[in-house]
């Protein structure tokens, strides 16, 4: 299984039974060229060629791409199509990174156009969150190679580059690009008024086996020619497709709140929400909070909220170098968590302008602690808050499965549980849920490898906590001093 995601890539071995077998991560590196920020596409590539071709004589079957959610690649084949046309992906571009900010009258331009967030469930976000905005700067940058190229989502591209077939999928779509209406399980209006549902590549299930590997990466790595590759999809939703595995989760009220980068809950709804229902379920989602519809793996709408949890964690503790999720720290961090609380040391959010519960609002620490356990502390409860407020959004209840990296910070998964009190919280796998969930569209009969935890809540009064901190946010900005 092969996970791009925005901060990492990831590639993983997994035996027929769903066992993991091994595991290999890359940072990507921050790439700019014309002054704009890109995609890591060359140098991912040429780490994956080499990790795929230590496994030439593991009994490969087959490979699942996985990807974050806010990008695209631009295609031209070569007719040549030998190894660096493959390798290479055969790009027109390098693909634009999200974290890119068209011109501000192109934006504006762009804002004009979209199609509503009744349509699309897409918010309007800033820089290229919605990739949408990034096709349109594409168009406009590379008018000549973008009329003859053939449009992918970002987790298809690395689809393209294992097989040399271009498709699109729903998951990655439908996951705030502006281009994609879950009622009609059709192109939007943008994407059809702009002739980018013709330019896309054809769209297919995740679970489609697009075709063998291609012959050029067979040969520069050795696996076989037999080895099939899927569409893949949107990584959040393939977290959702690993805690439908348990039995605490599937077809049960729950919520999948998957972290990383950015913390992204996705409510499963004890009854699928019929289509008929949408436009008064997305009524009930306020479009200004980073709440949006995402699209499952079988083309189901998912109430979700999001907000940049791991930035926000990491520009908090700033100098200290030592995660929050460190095994060995769990202990102090949690002895540091009476002091933060008896300091009234909290921070205030955004810190990440335009995403999140509280888009608009400037991040701050008040109290700011200078002890290094309780900053990173701090960084936890401010998650946690952050995040009890985006699960309110959507209506989450009854059960809530945390995965990810941040299911091991201690403080943050036990604040959740103490603020929402009502709630099952649990967490399974810190590393793999992803990659799990992806092979599940293999296998759908696989079951995860052990049983999920239940979190005990933090013995600490995190109601007053919070009410001073909701009532902060609500202060003028003269006071909030």
């Not at 349109?136 to 000549?144: E, K, S």
């Not at 053939?150 to 077939?165: E, H, I, K, N």
């Not at 999720?325 to 949690?334: C, G, V």
Request: net charge negative.
């Amino acid at each position: 299984m092969i996970d791009i995601g925005k901060t990492m890539s990831k590639i993983t071995l997994w035996s027929r039974e769903g066992q993991l077998l091994d595991r290999q991560v890359r940072p990507n590196e921050r790439c700019e060229e014309g002054g704009i920020a890109r995609l890591d596409a060359a140098g991912i590539a040429a780490w994956a060629t080499g990790v795929l071709g230590g496994h030439a004589n593991s009994g490969v079957e087959y490979i699942v791409p996985v990807g974050h959610g806010a990008g695209f690649a631009a295609l031209i084949p070569n007719e040549g199509a030998g190894f660096a046309a493959i390798l290479d992906g055969a790009l027109a571009f390098a693909p634009l990174d999200y974290e890119a900010a068209p011109p501000p009258a192109m934006m504006d331009a762009y804002r004009a156009a979209r199609s509503p967030f009744a349509q699309t469930g897409s918010p309007a976000l800033p820089q290229g969150l919605n990739f949408g905005a990034h096709v349109w700067w594409a168009d406009r940058l590379y008018p000549d190679a973008m009329a003859r190229a053939t449009l992918v989502p970002w987790a298809q591209y690395w689809a393209w580059w294992l097989c040399g077939v271009a498709a699109s999928e729903v998951t990655s779509l439908g996951c705030h690009s502006d281009l994609w209406s879950p009622d009609a399980a059709d192109w939007s209006d943008l994407a059809k008024g702009q002739g980018w549902d013709r330019r896309f590549a054809p769209v297919v299930k995740a679970g489609d086996v697009l075709g063998p590997i291609s012959p050029a990466l067979a040969a520069a790595t050795g696996l076989p020619a037999t080895v099939k590759v899927l569409a893949g999809l949107h990584d959040s939703n393939a977290a959702l497709m690993a805690a439908r595995g348990f039995a605490e989760i599937a077809r049960n009220e729950a919520t999948v709140l998957s972290t990383g980068t950015w913390f992204i809950a996705m409510r499963l709804p004890a009854a699928p929400i019929a289509t008929a229902d949408l436009p008064e379920a997305r009524a009930i989602l306020p479009e200004g909070r980073d709440c949006l519809v995402n699209v499952d793996a079988y083309g189901r709408p998912v109430p979700s909220a999001r907000f940049m949890g791991g930035r926000e964690i990491e520009a908090l503790i700033e100098i200290d170098t030592r995660r929050v999720d460190i095994k060995p720290d769990q202990p102090l961090l949690l002895a540091a968590v009476p002091a933060v609380l008896a300091k009234g040391a909290m921070h205030m959010p955004t810190l990440a302008p335009g995403c999140g519960p509280y888009p608009d609002a400037k991040g701050e620490w008040v109290n700011q602690p200078e002890d290094w356990y309780e900053r990173r502390a701090g960084a936890c409860l401010y998650a946690a808050l952050v995040a009890d407020q985006a699960l309110d959004l959507i209506g989450s209840d009854e059960r809530l499965l945390v995965e990810g990296r941040f299911a091991e910070a201690e403080v943050f998964v036990r604040a959740l549980a103490a603020l929402r009190p009502k709630t099952q919280v649990y967490v399974g796998s810190a590393h793999n849920d992803v990659s799990f969930g992806a092979i599940r569209l293999i296998d759908p009969a696989l079951m995860p490898e052990g049983t999920l935890r239940r979190i005990e809540p933090l013995d600490a009064d995190l109601d007053t906590y919070r009410n001073r901190w909701l009532a902060r946010l609500e202060m003028p900005k003269e006071s909030n001093a």
